[in-house]
C-alpha cells in the first residue's frame, strides 16, 4: 500500500546554502516530498510541538537535523525528540559535517536513527540526497501514525 | 584509527532460507561481511552478551532482527538491545515479513534504527539486501566504538 499522504520532511539546518540544496536535491530525486525547514533548534521544538506560528504543522515522516545549531544545539533537540513519547517514533537522521568519533556515538546513544555525514562536494551532496530518499522514503517502512497527541 | 575492519552483522533469523538469501545477496553486492546468524532471541542475547558457546563472539556493527522468532521474539529482543548501555548504539534494523502497522509502530517505540518488510519475491529480497546494505555500510556512518562497555 503506497500511502496516501505525501511524504513530508522536517530539515533542521541553519545554512541557507545548505537548505536550498537539500530543497533542489529532493525536487529532483522525487516530487511527493514537501520539505519544511527550520533555521534553528527553538524553531524545530515549536513546529514539532505545534507552538506558537507552527499551530497547523503537519507531523513530519522523517526529520533531518544537523548538529551544529543556533539557540539550541541539534544533540539537545535529538534528545527532547526521542525521550518524547509522542515524538521519539519519528525516524532521526543526523546529516552534518561532522565526521568526529564522539559526535557519531553520542547521536547513536540518543537515539539517532542513523548518521550521515555531509560531504562538502556538490555531487556527493545530491548522491546522499538520493540515497536518503531512495532509501529512508522508498525502502524503509515508516511509522504511518499521523496524530499527534 | 580505526582504518577499515570487515564489518559484523549479527542477522537474527529462524528461516534458514532466509539466512541463505541474505548471505547470497551480500555476495553478490560485493561485500565482504562477517555475517553471523543466529536463528532465535536467546542465542541473539547470548551472542551479544558474548555468554556460553559465543563467549568470543565479534560485537557487530549492524543487527538484522526478525521479528517473529522462537523462544523470545524480535521485539523483547529489541528492547533487551536498546536498554542495555553497552548495546544499545548498534544499529539494530528490523527485517520483518509482517506489514502490519502495529509491528511498525511497536518497533519505533522500541527504537529499532528503521523497518524493512521482506519482500516475499526473491528478486525483491536480493535488491532490499543489496539496498540496506549499500545505505548502512556504505552511506551511513556507524558508531565507532567497539568494545563492549
Not at chain 1, 82 to 87: A, F, Q, T
Not at chain 1, 122 to 147: C, G, H, M, Y
Request: glycine residues 4%.
Amino acid at each position: 500500500m503506497k500511502p496516501i499522504f505525501p511524504t513530508t520532511l522536517l530539515l533542521v539546518e541553519d545554512s541557507p546554502g545548505d537548505v536550498r540544496l537539500t530543497q533542489e536535491a529532493f525536487r529532483d530525486a522525487n516530487q511527493d516530498v514537501h520539505l519544511h525547514v527550520a533555521w534553528d533548534g527553538t524553531e524545530a521544538m515549536a513546529f514539532l510541538n505545534r507552538q506558537g506560528a507552527n499551530l497547523n504543522a503537519p507531523r513530519p515522516d522523517l526529520i533531518l537535523l544537523d548538529l551544529n545549531l543556533p539557540k539550541m544545539d541539534g544533540r539537545e533537540v535529538l534528545a527532547r525528540i526521542k525521550e518524547d513519547e509522542n515524538l521519539k517514533t519519528i525516524p532521526t537522521v543526523i546529516l552534518t559535517t561532522s565526521e568526529a568519533e564522539a559526535d557519531i556515538d553520542q547521536s547513536y546513544r540518543l537515539k539517532a536513527n542513523c548518521y550521515l555525514n555531509k560531504p562538502v562536494e556538490l555531487e556527493s551532496f545530491e548522491a546522499l540526497v538520493k540515497s536518503i530518499n531512495d532509501f529512508w522514503l522508498t525502502k524503509v517502512k515508516l511509522p504511518q501514525q499521523r496524530q499527534v497527541g | 584509527m580505526n582504518g577499515e575492519h570487515v564489518k559484523t552483522i549479527l542477522l537474527v533469523e529462524d528461516n534458514a532460507g532466509d539466512v541463505r538469501l541474505t548471505q547470497e545477496a551480500f555476495r553478490d553486492a560485493n561485500k565482504t561481511v562477517d555475517l553471523r546468524a543466529v536463528s532465535d532471541g536467546v542465542a541473539a542475547i547470548a551472542f551479544l552478551k558474548r555468554e556460553g558457546i559465543y563467549v568470543d563472539a565479534p560485537r557487530p556493527d549492524l543487527i538484522l532482527l526478525d521479528l517473529n522468532l522462537p523462544k523470545m521474539g524480535g521485539h523483547e529482543v529489541l528492547a533487551f538491545i536498546k536498554n542495555d548501555d553497552g548495546l544499545k548504539m548498534i544499529p539494530t534494523v528490523v527485517l520483518s515479513c509482517s506489514d502490519a502497522e502495529a509491528d511498525i509502530v511497536k518497533s519505533y517505540q522500541l527504537q529499532a534504527n528503521c523497518y524493512l518488510t521482506k519482500p516475499g519475491l526473491l528478486d525483491a529480497f536480493e535488491t532490499l539486501v543489496k539496498s540496506m546494505s549499500d545505505f548502512w555500510l556504505t552511506t551511513a556512518e556507524l558508531p565507532r566504538q567497539r568494545q563492549i562497555a
